[in-house]
């Protein structure tokens, strides 16, 4: 019903960009927030950046300042733009929306398939 697709993970080098995006498809009636968040070995998935509705924005501490999350509301997308990347970005990154599909169900979390953010030394 629903699907996220991430683009933009590949491998770069300390100090370089990045730039993520998701497109969310499928039955939507209305996106409360979409955001990222990250797993690397051996870690548990956190919280990367997220942005609600509203406009509201959420970061890491360990990203804020480096990364900035937009969204395209027309086209249900959000963008991740990563500067300043560190070694302790590595991890696959996981985008994230939480919507509802018809105005009878209440919002629920779907997640896409993940994409590989590498930063080399």
């Known amino acids: 019903q629903v699907q996220l697709v991430e683009s933009g993970g590949g491998l770069v080098q300390t100090g370089g960009s990045l730039r993520l995006a998701c497109a969310a498809s499928?039955?939507?009636?209305?996106?409360?927030?979409m955001g990222w968040y990250r797993q690397a070995p051996g870690k548990q998935r956190e919280l990367v950046a997220r942005?609600?509705?509203?406009?509201?924005?959420e970061y890491a501490d360990s990203v804020k300042g480096r990364f900035t999350i937009s969204r395209d509301n027309a086209k249900n997308t959000v963008f991740l733009q990563m500067n300043s990347l560190k070694l302790e970005d590595t991890a696959v990154y996981h985008c994230?929306?939480?919507?509802?599909?018809?105005?009878?169900?209440?919002?629920?979390?779907?997640w896409g398939q993940g994409t590989q953010v590498t930063v080399s030394s």
């Open positions: 499928g039955r939507i009636f209305s996106i409360t927030a």
């Open positions: 994230y929306a939480r919507l509802r599909t018809s105005s009878q169900v209440m919002s629920d979390d779907y």
């Open positions: 942005i609600f509705s509203g406009g509201l924005t």
